[in-house]
């Protein structure tokens, strides 16, 4: 199947500070890729749309401003989470589908600890 | 809030054939059952995915209802590797492509 990768798959950073979390399309372009954010013992929640050249989509509840996406090229969306809190710290992963109506294929994960 | 119901947690015997129910009585014409797996603390894997007509491919195999508002996943010999949770996800599309939204999943258990 497709290769969808995240970078860095593990982030440890003080409270205050801005981490920023790569997803990249490895073997075909995205115009969409997905964030989700995922608690221990929970299932995935989707966080937001990212689009390619326009501005993400954010589900409700989830502060656009907290949250910065970018998807800048066909192959790549970062999400930014800016003046992390301990709160914050958890497992996020990014989606990607080859074509529409297909499957998506998932990112490793990046587990990012706030202290 | 998602749009399937499936057990919490089901048991397995090493080799034996694995049957997860998955139920989706409220799924639209054009609505797609996925079917993903996530062993812990890695991505979730992209298993099978089916309309309305029963699916087989090198991982497992699906059978929906004649009436669509249910699914069943099978994995015909199971491992211990098997072992994960198992998401069943009506998915609907988003600007051409589909938006999955995870419910609780079952947490199989692959026992020697």
């Known amino acids: 199947g497709a290769v969808v990768s995240q970078h860095p798959s593990w982030v440890i950073c003080k409270s205050g500070t801005s981490v920023k979390i790569e997803c990249r399309s490895l073997?075909?372009?995205?115009?969409?890729m997905f964030w989700y954010r995922q608690f221990p013992k929970q299932s995935l929640m989707l966080m937001a749309t990212?689009?390619?050249?326009?501005?993400?989509?954010?589900e409700q509840g989830v502060e656009k401003d907290k949250f910065l996406i970018n998807h800048a090229s066909l192959t790549l969306s970062t999400l930014t989470v800016t003046s992390a809190h301990p709160e914050d710290s958890s497992f996020y992963i990014c989606?990607?589908?080859?074509?529409?109506?297909?499957?998506?294929?998932f990112g490793q994960g990046t587990r990012l600890t706030v202290v | 809030d998602a749009k399937t119901t499936q057990p919490p947690s089901m048991d397995c015997a090493e080799g034996r054939a694995a049957n997860l129910p998955c139920n989706h009585s409220t799924i639209s014409g054009n609505e797609y059952v996925y079917w993903y797996r996530q062993i812990h603390s890695q991505g979730p894997q992209y298993i099978i995915h089916g309309l309305k007509n029963n699916e087989t491919n090198e991982m497992a195999s699906l059978i929906i209802t004649e009436d669509r508002k249910s699914s069943t996943l099978i994995l015909p010999h199971a491992t211990l590797r098997d072992t994960a949770v198992y998401y069943c996800?009506?998915?609907?599309?988003?600007?051409?492509?589909?938006?999955?939204?995870f419910g609780a999943g079952t947490r199989l258990a692959v026992h020697p």
């Open positions: 989606s990607a589908s080859p074509r529409r109506d297909t499957e998506a294929f």
């Open positions: 996800i009506v998915s609907w599309v988003s600007g051409g492509y589909n938006k999955l939204i």
């Open positions: 990212s689009n390619e050249g326009s501005k993400a989509t954010y």
């Open positions: 073997d075909f372009q995205a115009t969409t």
